[in-house]
């Protein structure tokens, strides 16, 4: 099992370049979800998807957008980047209920100039 | 609303010390789940441990203890004889189980330095 798997690693833009950071699992998981962390702000969540089809907002979901037509597969799309996107960016999975613990990749570290 | 605070921003100590990391919690549920993850300086976040709240039995994994209290909101995390591997950003998170997708709320989380 790969588990969660992210890509690319880092990524610089300029503002206002679009691009995607893609999210997989191979955990057959039902939820998945993108956080931000930014520097003493520990982990936020943008978009989450509790299955194919089937996706909603988070608490910072401006500027991006999410789609999931497959279970294992949860891009994150930034439409228009701007400097205050520049964090690090964690997908994670997990079963569906709320007590299941999220199981995180490796993290993007994205950078808009 | 759901809200964890971590109220240790940085905590130093120095090899084979004890520490303690806070984890204060508030929801409205009366059916949660609490959790821990660890960051090292690599920057993977790794699951340590889930807590519901009708189980208010303290947990201990080798060197790593953990004290939920239901009745001060708080689900403290100690290390005993620290060690340099410790040194991590460590996250205190809550999930309520009134929430359909079981969102959960990080804190902002707490830097361990454990000094040779």
């Known amino acids: 099992n790969a588990g969660v798997t992210q890509t690319p690693k880092f990524q610089v833009l300029k503002t206002g370049q679009s691009m995607t950071l893609q999210c997989a699992q191979d955990?057959?998981?039902?939820?998945m979800s993108w956080y931000r962390q930014d520097p003493g702000m520990g982990l936020r969540l943008i978009h989450y998807s509790v299955g194919a089809g089937i996706t909603d907002q988070g608490e910072v979901p401006n500027g991006y957008n999410v789609s999931r037509s497959t279970t294992e597969d949860f891009p994150l799309r930034l439409l228009s980047a701007a400097p205050s996107q520049t964090s690090v960016y964690f997908c994670?999975?997990?079963?569906?209920?709320?007590?299941?613990?999220?199981?995180f990749g490796p993290g993007t570290r994205l950078t808009v100039t | 609303a759901q809200k964890v605070t971590q109220a240790q921003t940085e905590i130093s100590v120095v090899e084979k010390e004890d520490v303690t990391l806070d984890c204060v919690y508030e929801t409205r549920d009366t059916t949660y789940y609490l959790f821990w993850y660890k960051q090292p300086p690599s920057g993977e976040l790794v699951f340590l441990i889930r807590r519901n709240s009708f189980d208010e039995q303290n947990e201990i994994s080798g060197r790593y203890s953990w004290n939920f209290q239901k009745s001060t909101s708080s689900f403290n995390f100690t290390i005993t004889a620290s060690q340099v591997v410790d040194s991590a950003v460590y996250f205190c998170?809550?999930?309520?189980?009134?929430?359909?997708?079981?969102?959960?709320?990080f804190g902002d989380g707490t830097t361990l330095t454990v000094k040779p």
């Open positions: 955990m057959n998981h039902e939820y």
């Open positions: 998170a809550l999930s309520e189980a009134s929430d359909n997708a079981g969102k959960s709320t």
């Open positions: 994670a999975s997990r079963r569906l209920r709320a007590g299941y613990e999220q199981y």
